[in-house]
């Protein structure tokens, strides 16, 4: 079975500071891991994704992740939040042994203060 | 690149009525499209896994007969939801996988669904 958690529902970050969002995966294979971003009333916007190689991913609008096997994780971070950062965070896994479906997790609500 | 389109973006109908809801892929062609529905405040779920020129594989608890999946061609599925009652209102989006190299999933705006 596949899963992911999101620990974190709802981060709040002033514009400027850092933000790390925090994904934790279940997957028996090997995964292959997306951070997915949705503003209100929108689709999903694919951020990032890791498939092999350097477990540092960087991604569109100054993201990157990072895979640790060891810790089944794959957080998000940005290192200056910009107020147009304030959206829903989805990180999601899936693989070729399960069709690439994906699971997806709860969702981390980011909201950024001035 | 890899952009998904979804027609009607809102959808307004009485109860009992039938809407078909269109997933396009506009500049790629998806072997594989996915129906997901989606709950205020809450995470996507997957409805169903459509296949062009083959049935839809539905998940569990997911009607096949109520959300009707057509995959008609490498571009374009559609979501038919049969008789919609009030609580079917929900926000519908799909998704498509490339043709070529296609591990990654791809997502349309998504259509809100508000049944009367």
Redesign the interface.
């Known amino acids: 079975a596949q899963s992911v958690t999101q620990p974190d529902i709802h981060i709040t970050v002033s514009e400027g500071a850092s933000l790390e969002l925090r994904c934790n995966y279940s997957y028996g294979a090997t995964p292959?891991l997306?951070w997915?971003v949705q503003s209100p009333?929108?689709?999903?916007?694919?951020l990032l994704?890791y498939?092999s190689g350097d477990t540092l991913v960087q991604g569109i609008k100054g993201f990157e992740a990072e895979f640790k096997r060891s810790q089944s994780s794959f957080n998000l971070r940005k290192p200056s939040v910009h107020w147009s950062d304030a959206a829903e965070y989805?990180c999601a896994v899936?693989g070729?042994s399960n069709?690439?479906?994906?699971s997806?997790?709860?969702?981390t609500t980011v909201t950024v203060r001035a | 690149g890899a952009v998904v389109s979804q027609h009607p973006s809102w959808v307004i109908c009485k109860s009992g009525t039938s809407v078909k809801i269109e997933c396009r892929s506009l500049d790629f062609q998806a072997t594989t499209m996915f129906w997901y529905r989606q709950f205020p405040k809450q995470s996507l779920m997957l409805m169903a896994t459509s296949n062009e020129g083959s049935k839809a594989t539905y998940e569990q608890g997911v009607e096949k007969d109520k959300f009707l999946i057509n995959h008609a061609s490498l571009t374009l599925s559609t979501l038919t939801v049969t008789s919609a009652h009030p609580e079917d209102s929900s926000f519908y989006i799909c998704s498509a996988r490339d043709r070529i190299g296609g591990e990654t999933q791809y997502f349309g705006p998504g259509t809100r669904l508000l049944v009367l």
């Open positions: 292959y997306f997915y009333g929108q689709g999903l916007q694919l994704k498939f989805f899936g070729s069709d690439y479906k994906l997806f997790g709860a969702g």
